[in-house]
Nanobody, 122 residues
Framework: QVQLVESGGGLVQAGGSLRLSCAASGRTFSSYGMGWFRQAPGKEREFVAAITWSGATYYTDSVKGRFTISRDRAKNTAYLQMNSLKPEDMAVYYC????????????????WGQGTQVTVSS
């Protein structure tokens, strides 16, 4: 059974940092792209960051320079380092794995985690 399990969410003050992890099991994802999406209350799920199987990275404009996506193939795990957090970053963060052509689009991802809550206090 394929599973993606996020961890690392929590409550942080504005300007603080969190590191999200996405541990994959059930298969090897070395040939898959990994992505992070988020959904705030009352809003649609949106793309945050992605890393392709070859290591290319993509970010939504609002997190460029603050967030960093990475992966550890040996651990079958992806990470999202989030620095200088803002109240507008508050959302449920989801990781995903897939082999879609466009890393920024959710339709390209086959597997999804359950999400982890990130709360940023002002």
């Amino acid at each position: 059974q394929v599973q993606l399990v996020e961890s690392g969410g929590g409550l942080v003050q504005a300007g603080g940092s969190l590191r999200l992890s996405c541990a994959a099991s059930g298969r090897t994802f070395s040939s898959y792209g990994m992505g992070w999406f988020r959904q705030a209350p009352g809003k649609e799920r949106e793309f945050v960051a992605a890393i392709t199987w070859s290591g290319a990275t993509y970010y939504t404009d609002s997190v460029k320079g603050r967030f960093t996506i990475s992966r550890d193939r040996a651990k079958n795990t992806a990470y999202l380092q989030m620095n200088s957090l803002k109240p507008e970053d508050m959302a449920v963060y989801y990781c995903a794995a897939g082999r879609g052509t466009w890393p920024t689009l959710s339709v390209g991802y086959e597997y999804w985690g359950q999400g982890t809550q990130v709360t940023v206090s002002s």
